[in-house]
Every structure is written in C-alpha cells, then in structure tokens.
C-alpha cells in the first residue's frame, strides 16, 4: 500500500452513509433552499458524519478540536447517553473540514443580547440564526462553546442512531420496534435474542431516521458524573500523538525565520547554514526564510547561522509609542460602539466622584506546544496535518497560499499542546505548505523554534482603559467606562477576508458592558485604534481586558462608597441576575468572607459574567519576607448543566492560573517593531511552588449550559489587585503587578 493509503485508509465521505465499511449517523434539522436558510421543514433530516459504526466498534467523529480542554471527553459521553454503548468503547477522531461541522452556538451569539437576560425565546431565536453557520462552512472551536453547540446535537445524533438500529432490528425480526431494547452496542428482542449494531448498521442506512425524543437526566449514566478523560492514558504515557509528533516515510525536518518587525526581508548569507552536516536546503520564502534538514534541532542551528538583514519596521520605534496611538483613539469624535447606555449618565452629580485609568500590555499565548504543522504535496495534493482551530479556514487559506483548490487540500487535526486562541490562525499552517511545496513527494515536519513562536504571535491587544462614577448613600449611581485599544474582530476579518468588518465591535467590550450590574446610569463605550502590532483571540478575549478594568473600579467605588466590597457586588448584582448574586453568595460562603483581613494578609473579590457563565472568585494574599504570596484563591462558577464536574474544576483552576500569571508577570513590549520577549525566562508564568491552593463550587442555577474554558481567566486579575490592596492600600491599575509589587517565588 502507498503512504497515502496507509495514511488515508479511513476516508470521510460528507452526506453519504458510507465511511469505511460501516455507517456514518448524526441528524439534525436542515434548512430547506440554502438561500433561505432559517425557513424549514419539520421532518427532513439527513445522515452526516458523526458516529461510524463497524466490526471495530463505535468511532465519534468530533467537530471540536482537542487541545487540553477535555471536549472529546464530553462529547462521547454525550453520544453514550444516547446510543447505549459504554462511554469507553466509543474512540474520538476530529474530523475533517466540513460545512457538517458547524458551530450553530458560536454564531447564534453575535445577536446583540445581554446574555443573562436571554431566555427561551431569545434563546430559541439563538438557535435558529446559528444556522446559518452550516452554510458559510463555520467549523471553528473557540468561544468555550463545545457544550453548547454539542449538548443536544451529539446527544440527538446517538438517539437517532439508536432508533434507526432498532427499527433495522425490527424489520429482521418482523416485530415492532417499540418491542426492541437496547444495551451495550446490542439491540435485544422479548426473547433475549442480542443483535449488535454491527450487524445491524448497512440494513439502518437505507432507513429515513425518526424523530427522536432525548432522555430526562435523571437517566444519565454518565453526564453530571466525574469522567476520565478519553486522552488521559495517552498524554501521561507519552503515546498521545500531537501535531508535533508527526512522523512519515522519508520525512524531512525544517524550521522557519521570519521578519520579526514586520519590515520584511533586505537579503540573506546561508552559506554557514548550507556547510552543516545535514543541512538539505535553505528556502526563500520572501518575508523569511525556511531551512530544511535531518533533524529538528539542526535546522534550528543553521536557521540561526543564517545572515539576515532584516527591512526597517513600518512600526513605531518605542511601547510608548505604541500605547500613545491607543490613548489618542479617545480623541476620536466618537465611539465606535456603546452597547450600554441606561440611564442619563452626563447629568448625574450628586454622591461622591471617582475616577481611574487602566492599562494592560500586549500578551503572547505561549502553548507548551510551540507552532508547528506537518506538510506533504504529492499528485497535486497537499496534506497536512496542523493542530489547528478551524480545519475548514485552514484548509481555505492553505489552498489560496499556494494556488490549489480547497478540494486539492487535505487536513488533519490531531491533539494540541495548548492553544488559547493561537491555533485559530492560519499562519504555521500556510508557511508549512509553501515549505512543502518546494520539496515535492517529501514530507516536511516544520516546526517553529520558542523564539520564533514568541515573536511572531498573534498578541492579546494592549487597551488603557478611563473610568467615571459616583456613589451617593453607599450605593453606585453612575458608571461611565471608555476603552481604547485594537480590535481582534476587525484584525481577523481583514486577515481572512481582506478588508475590516464595518460597524461596531462588541466584543471590544465584552466582560465589561454585558455585567449584571443594576446601576441606574450605565455607559460602557469602545474607541478603536489602530496598530501595525498583529493581534488575535486570547483566551477570554475582550474579557480578559474588561474584566479587570470593569471588576477593579468596582471595587474602588465600594470602597470610596465605605463599602464591603462583597456586599456591595452582591446587591447591584442582585438587581439584575439571581444565579450570579448566588456564586458571589457561596465564594463569600466557601471563603469565610468577614470582610475582615489580618495583619499580613489581604483578600479580593472579584466577578465577572462571560461565556455565559457567572464567575465569582476570593483571592487571599500574605506577606512573607517582604514579598507577596498567592495563598489561596476560591472559586464558585454556574454552568446551567455540569456534565462533567472534575473537568470543570479542572478549567475553572487552569483559567484562572491563565489569569493570574498575566496579572502578575505577563507582558509583551516592543523596540523597534520587534518584541523585546523571546522565551519563558522573559515571559513567564506560575509555577507549582508559587501556584495559590485553589478550591472550585459549581452551580447549576442559570437557566441555559454555560462555558468553562474561558470564564475564570477575567476576574482573576482583579481578585488578585483588589487582594494587593487589601493588604498594602496600593491600588494596582496596571499589569504586569511585578512592575510595582514583589512576589514570592517570581
């Protein structure tokens, strides 16, 4: 068999029955004529590819990328439930780019509602409008939505299938199938007689699927229960395969030097890279260059023995620079959205004023996985196998690179060592195939060195922040918030569309404007600045800026307000939202919340709604030896719908340690349009021996499932300042805190 046959010996056939010998089920409702996407007619259905069913058992064909978050984990439970087969016998693969694979929940949230105001109704009209993803071909794994576009779509897609088997059941045995049980991969007649669904799945095909109705969780076998994760035994034995870990036939190694400043390339000397011992080829590629090799390691030794003059940066020369053309987008004689203004906010001038501006860096996404992408053009196909967000974009934007068609690309998704946002973008993916388009019939592994990844990020933006209010007999009266800085919605339409999107960017001011907050007069305004620096989605995104802005001069209101911060939040909150006044209650509860710290230790509060999940968090630090020690941080989160509870836990702690190290030491500044930061000893994070005790309470009271990959990064910032305050008097308005307070350990 050729390499391609081995490696492409499971073939994925979208909208047909067939895959590999066995049958492909799922089902969800399709919206008649593409032109008209949300009209619809009750009953039609078709077989996409979400379960294969063959000797081998039950495959679940993923449409979410795996990169730590423990979704692959879920969502078999989820077709478990349904199916009747054990959640251990069930093996996850992503799958390959498909309009199949949409994410309906990620588009459903652009409609422009407050999320913890959204009922059945706009939830209804959330489903509907996420529809149209199926047809711009929106397979995309971001926005902590894995759940909630996956909660009833895999659960449906294993009760069809269940259904469908009974009724092929049926027909073999001439009984009804009402009279037919299911139980472990088997359909079982009254008289004991087991069929298993091997057996069963051709005859099923040929069969129109039912309508099905979905099981009361109080039936769930494994959903709401802690579950092992399907990649644990891989990851801790060293067999899980990660993109990284790609290995062919006759396969090349190579890795690429880009322009770090954005100047492009003057002219190169490869003549010391071309003398190595092992060194096969040094590849112009323009703005860089590519050096292949035998190995990994020499190609990072002769990538740097290249001479390069690198062009002058179209960037300004100084961070000071930089951060002077974010301030002056205020000056700007508009904003360019506001989605919160209640109130008369200009008009209010009773109570006591106060006023604050913040201001956060640019931040690099860092994955222990470094970029990476492995390519192969052969017969006039490229493949290539990438961990990556989005396979459909990936492939789109590789076959435009290099003058294929997207059917003249394939892509495979395996595991990621992190992502946050970085593996949304196409870029590792596309210089890879230019790699392997001048070498072809050779497969080249290309990956990036730590300080090619550092530098040439896509950045989480820089944004300085202006805040106004009043407070008058303890209470908030007024909230006039204005941010400046990039927008990510806009970098990333012009990267994949070529030109910005035009009109308002929400997401600017996401964790900010969107809070349960009942203050009488509330304005929340965004002022967008432009800025030669790349930037991109970083976990929590507009959040993770808001959330310490919003949340920080919260807290310096209750303050000047003689306020307990906690009970201050809790009765704004409590105006506007129930389930979210109730995790600030059971933080306040888990903590031991008196308001009332020693001497030597201090303690913050901080919540933040995003993802649709209420987050409220107790950060405790101590002074030791003067230096300051995160000790214990608490956390109460609300899901709607635990499915898997450790798991959660698992990304509230991780989401907020994500937070945390970029309060604490995380940073990106630049010189010259370079970024000064190259590897972990300029850009750091915490560490176990400085990583605080961290202790999680999960609620289900909100009324729709919530996300967990992101929610708990946005208040950790402002926990951990409004705990340095607490303990010191010195208010923190800007991160990195290293820069003003020394920590323990750091």
């Not at 081995?6 to 008649?32: D, E, N, P």
Request: aromatic letters at 8%.
């Amino acid at each position: 068999m050729s390499r391609i046959g081995k490696i492409a010996r499971r073939t994925f056939l979208i909208g047909s029955v067939a895959v590999a010998g066995g049958v492909a089920f799922g089902v969800y409702q399709v919206k008649k004529p593409a032109e008209n996407p949300l009209s619809s007619t009750d009953g039609e259905t078709v077989l996409n590819p979400f379960v294969i069913i063959n000797a081998d058992g039950v495959t679940l064909i993923a449409p979410k990328a795996e990169m730590g978050q423990g979704v692959h984990t879920t969502w078999a439970a989820l077709l478990a439930e349904e199916l009747d087969v054990a959640w251990s016998d069930i093996t996850v693969l992503h799958g390959p780019p498909a309009k199949a694979y949409y994410n309906s929940a990620l588009f459903g949230l652009g409609l422009p509602f407050l999320d913890y105001e959204v009922g059945d109704f706009r939830q209804g009209l959330r489903d509907q409008v996420g529809e149209i993803a199926k047809l711009v071909g929106l397979q995309l794994t971001a926005g902590s939505t894995s759940m909630k576009d996956g909660f009833v779509r895999m659960r449906e897609a294993g009760a069809t299938a269940r259904e469908t088997l009974k009724l092929a059941a049926a027909a073999r045995l001439g009984l009804s199938s009402d009279d037919l049980t299911t139980e472990n991969g088997m359909v079982i007649a009254p008289d004991g007689t087991r069929i298993p669904y091997a057996d069963l799945a051709e005859d099923a095909a040929a069969i129109d699927p039912p309508r099905v109705a979905l099981r009361d969780p109080s039936d769930w076998k494994y959903l709401g229960k802690d579950m092992p994760r399907v990649d644990m035994v891989g990851k801790v034995t060293g067999t899980a395969k990660f993109g990284i870990d790609t290995r062919l036939d006759g396969m090349r190694f190579a890795t690429v030097r880009m322009s770090p400043n954005g100047g492009g390339m003057v002219r190169y000397d490869d003549s010391a890279a071309r003398s190595m011992a092992g060194v096969e080829d040094v590849i112009d590629l323009g703005d860089g260059i590519a050096v292949v090799a035998r190995n990994t390691w020499l190609a990072f030794r002769a990538a740097e023995a290249v001479e390069i003059t690198w062009g002058p940066s179209p960037r300004p020369a100084t961070n000071e620079a930089l951060f002077d053309a974010i301030t002056a987008a205020f000056d700007s004689s508009a904003p360019n959205a506001t989605p919160r203004d209640e109130g008369d906010v200009d008009s209010v001038s009773e109570g006591t004023e106060i006023t604050a501006e913040y201001r956060i860096p640019w931040l690099a996404h860092s994955t222990m996985e470094p970029m990476n992408a492995t390519a192969w053009f052969s017969s006039g196909t490229m493949h290539i196998w990438t961990g990556n967000q989005s396979p459909t974009l990936t492939r789109d934007k590789v076959a435009e690179a290099i003058g294929l068609t997207p059917d003249q690309v394939q892509v495979e998704t395996p595991l990621m060592g992190g992502a946050f946002g970085r593996r949304g973008e196409t870029d590792f993916s596309v210089l890879a195939a230019r790699v392997a388009l001048a070498l072809p019939d050779t497969p080249v592994n290309v990956t990036w060195s730590r300080e090619e990844d550092m530098r040439h990020d896509y950045y989480r933006p820089a944004a300085v922040a202006r805040f106004r209010g009043r407070v008058q007999d303890g209470q908030a009266v007024m909230l006039d918030g204005k941010i400046a800085g990039h927008s990510v919605v806009k970098a990333t339409a012009a990267k994949i569309a070529g030109d910005e999107t035009p009109g308002p960017d929400r997401e600017h001011l996401s964790g900010g404007f969107d809070q349960p907050y009942g203050i009488p007069n509330f304005r929340y305004s965004g002022y967008l600045a432009p800025t030669d620096i790349p930037v991109g989605y970083w976990r929590s995104v507009g959040a993770s800026m808001n959330g310490f802005f919003f949340d920080t001069f919260i807290d310096e209101m209750a303050h000047a307000a003689a306020r307990d911060p906690l009970q201050f939040r809790l009765e704004l909150i409590r105006r506007e939202h129930e389930p979210s006044a109730k995790v600030l209650e059971k933080v306040a509860e888990m903590s031991g919340w008196t308001g009332q710290t020693p001497a030597g230790t201090g303690r913050g509060v901080a919540f933040c709604y995003s993802y649709g999940t209420p987050v409220a968090q107790v950060c405790e630090v101590v002074e030791e030896e003067g230096r300051i020690r995160i000790a214990n941080l608490w956390i109460a989160c609300d899901v709607g719908t635990a499915l898997d509870p450790r798991n959660i836990e698992a990304q509230m702690t991780g989401g907020a340690l994500f937070g945390l190290s970029a309060a604490m030491m995380g940073e990106i500044t630049f010189t010259d349009g370079a970024a000064d930061q190259y590897n972990f000893p300029d850009y750091d994070a915490l560490r176990m021996h400085t990583a605080p005790k961290m202790s999680v309470a999960i609620l289900e009271n909100n009324r729709h499932i919530g996300g967990v990959g992101e929610p708990a990064t946005p208040p950790a910032p402002a926990a951990l300042g409004n705990a340095i305050f607490d303990l010191t008097g010195e208010r923190l308005r800007e991160t990195p805190f290293n820069k003003a307070v020394a920590f323990y350990g750091v």
